[in-house]
């Protein structure tokens, strides 16, 4: 009997024991399995992490390219600053060695003719050959359809009448392209017609010899507006997109050529829709300074 006793407490310990380290093995799977999930979880945090540091990166590559385009900005500003204030030497050495005549006793011709800065005036004048080689018609919008010679300017010029245009347009003023290149043999024409009609003294106010017009060189377009009626008249001044161009042409690399308070030092009367191109540089110069082209070679030479 005692030794019955004695096996049923050993049994009984003996399964104890195992249920014991069941339940230790159990716990211990457990614990092992919650550590794996924490880490588990640890880990997408972690994923979250690096995605929003992609992020933040990117974040910070658009500030960098943010950064870039400021500082292309500034030098943007900076250089148009430049041109805005570029000084008398500066604006020399961009028209180069030109030598025009002051003698209002005699016109002579000029001697570089292809010169984007050329004066072409009552005294200087273009050789009676002269056609420029490059000339384009400009993508704007005319006043007349159909081909014309009229329709032409020099490359550079055409560009920026393109530019000056779209700007106007922007702005919200529409102005369109009436006349640009007119040979000598055509100037000759229409000043000869205006003699007959007015007579000389009047028709040399309003219509240039043949060699003296800015419209052979290629570089000059009288504009117009709808306004009225696209003709050419000192009204343009009047309405906003002729104040528009009086503001803004030199942004463009445009003067306007023969400004009301000059008529005396041109030699001309107003002419708000006459646009002569002269590039940025010394558009910029003449208008800041006030100055006429006539006005500008007078005072370096
Ligand atoms: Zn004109």
Known sequence: MKRLVRITIILSLI?????????????RLEQAARADEVQQSNNSNAGVEEDQQDNLNENNDN???????QENNEN???????????SIERIIEI???????????????????????ALVNKLNELDS????NDLVVP???????????KKQMRAVAADALEELLQGASQGGFRLVAVSGYRSYSRQKTIYAGNVDRMGEEAANKVSAKPGQSEHQSGLAMDVSSEGIGYSLEETLGDLPEGKWLVSHAHEY?????????????TGYNYEPWH??????????????NKLTLDEFYEQIS
């Open 63 to 69: 500030e960098i390219d943010d950064l870039d385009t």
């Open 15 to 27: 399964c104890i024991g195992i249920v014991g380290i069941t339940i230790l093995i159990n716990n």
């Open 76 to 86: 943007i500003d900076i250089n148009e600053e430049d041109i805005h204030n570029n």
């Open 95 to 117: 028209v180069g060695d030109q030598v025009y005549n002051f003698d209002p006793q005699k016109a002579l011709v000029i001697g570089n003719q292809d010169s984007l800065y």
């Open 253 to 265: 690399g445009f003067i306007i050529r023969y400004p009301k308070d000059k008529t005396s030092i």
């Open 139 to 149: 993508n704007v919008e005319f006043s007349f359809s159909g081909n014309d010679p």
């Open 275 to 288: 646009v002569r191109y002269v590039g940025k540089e010394l558009a910029a110069y003449l208008y800041n």
């Open 129 to 132: 050959n002269y056609e420029p």
